[in-house]
Structures are given as structure tokens and as C-alpha cells.
């Protein structure tokens, strides 16, 4: 079974589109995640939810808009897509204690034409 | 989350040579977790360093962290193809906090 799995794999769209990305975990962690990585391979948070507190990167544009329906999910809907927004967009989970790390999805690969 | 620093951003070796990553913060670390993505792929959890002066080790992985706890670094013993990714470092926090370096790149040529 997947531990973190996110769909779709790959997302092409057109500017001015909205779309969302969907994330799931299993592993009963407490907080979930969004990671942006661009062509360079810098990771970058943009969200974090741990089902009492969203915090957001401030740098995030307000067109991203997490969701969380419960501990398990957390979607991503972004609005009226720009070209810069191209990246692979990673969904995350981690438990309440520190110390065993992130488990990755295996990301969606953004591409706005 | 603190900001950390990782050097160097890209790194092109021959297989069998060794490899070292180094992040570097200015101020302390809570720890240190070691990620590696594989071409294509996503980050995977390899280890977390909590202690001053900390070493540990995964077949020839060996990580380190500094004694200041500022610093920490990764180092390959005799690199394979297989070795081949990026490497993060970051720092593990509750809250979501973390930041992660910005990676090092690993090729190695056959």
C-alpha cells in the first residue's frame, strides 16, 4: 500500500485554468504537507496542516488554497494558473513527534502552457 | 524554520571516488535530517542526527554532525552508479516549520 500517494502523476493545463492536486496518506501521521520544487530542485514549503493549524508560506501566491477534509487528506486547489507555477508539487506527511522524518509522495508534475 | 545552507550544488564524480556534502546553519540546529531524491523520483528519509558531534552510519554512508550542532555533513565511501541523486538536508521540526537545503546534486560517470 502507498504511504503517501497524490494524484494526477502529470497535470498539463493551460493558463488561466484552475486545477487541483489530491493527496492521501496512511500512515496516521498528524501533519501533512506541500513542497514546490522547481527545475532546479529546490524544495520549497508552501503549506503545512496538522488538523489544528494550517500555516502558510507567505511567499505562497493567495491563488494556492490547501484543503484538508480530514487528518488523512490534503488537496491542493490552485486558481487561475500561471506559467511560472510549472514545477513538481510534492505532498508530504510526518508524525506529531520529531524524529522519523517526511514521507514524500511521489509528486505531480505541473506543466502550464 | 532555520535556513540552511548546503554546498556544493552540484557534484560530478568518477565511480569508486568518495563524495561530501556539507549544510551549514548560523545559528544552532535542533538536528539534522538527510533526505536523498533519486532522478525522477521524490525525497526518501535516510537518517536524523540529534546529538553534538553525532555519527552514523549506513554502509558507506557516514553522517555527521558538528559538535556546535551548526553543521553536518554527508559523505559516500566509494561511490556507485546508484548513488547517483540529490541530497537534503534539513532541518525536523513539529509544526511544519522545516526548511530544507537547497540539495547536491550527485552524477557519477561509470
Known amino acids: 500500500d502507498t504511504a503517501v500517494s497524490q494524484t494526477p502523476k502529470y497535470l498539463v493545463t493551460q493558463m488561466g485554468n484552475d486545477k487541483s492536486i489530491k493527496c492521501e496518506q496512511n500512515l496516521g501521521h498528524d501533519t501533512m504537507y506541500w513542497y514546490k520544487q522547481d527545475s532546479k530542485k529546490f524544495l520549497k514549503i508552501m503549506f503545512s496542516?496538522?488538523?489544528?493549524?494550517?500555516?502558510i508560506n507567505e511567499t505562497v501566491p493567495n491563488r494556492f488554497s490547501p484543503k484538508s477534509p480530514d487528518k488523512a487528506h490534503l488537496n491542493l486547489h490552485i486558481n487561475s494558473l500561471e506559467l511560472g507555477d510549472s514545477a513538481v508539487y510534492f505532498c508530504?506527511?510526518?508524525?506529531?513527534?520529531?524524529?522519523?522524518?517526511?514521507?514524500f509522495g511521489s509528486g505531480t508534475r505541473l506543466t502550464v502552457v | 524554520g532555520q535556513q540552511v545552507m548546503q554546498i556544493p550544488q552540484y557534484q560530478h564524480v568518477q565511480e569508486g571516488e568518495d563524495f561530501t556534502t556539507y549544510c551549514n546553519s548560523s545559528?544552532?540546529?535542533?538536528?539534522i535530517q538527510w533526505y536523498k531524491q533519486r532522478p525522477g523520483g521524490h525525497p526518501v528519509f535516510l537518517i536524523q542526527?540529534?546529538?553534538?558531534?553525532e555519527v552514523k552510519k549506513q554502509k558507506r554512508l557516514t553522517f555527521q554532525f558538528g559538535e556546535a550542532k551548526k553543521n553536518s555533513s554527508l559523505h559516500i565511501t566509494a561511490t556507485q552508479t546508484t548513488d547517483v541523486g540529490t541530497y537534503f538536508c534539513?532541518?525536523?521540526?513539529?509544526?511544519?516549520?522545516?526548511?530544507f537545503g537547497d540539495g547536491t546534486t550527485l552524477t557519477v560517470k561509470p
Open positions: 496542516y496538522n488538523n489544528k493549524e494550517l500555516i
Open positions: 542526527l540529534v546529538k553534538s558531534g
Open positions: 545559528t544552532t540546529l535542533s538536528n
Open positions: 508530504a506527511s510526518s508524525p506529531e513527534s520529531v524524529g522519523y522524518g517526511y514521507t
Open positions: 534539513a532541518e525536523g521540526t513539529n509544526a511544519g516549520k522545516s526548511t
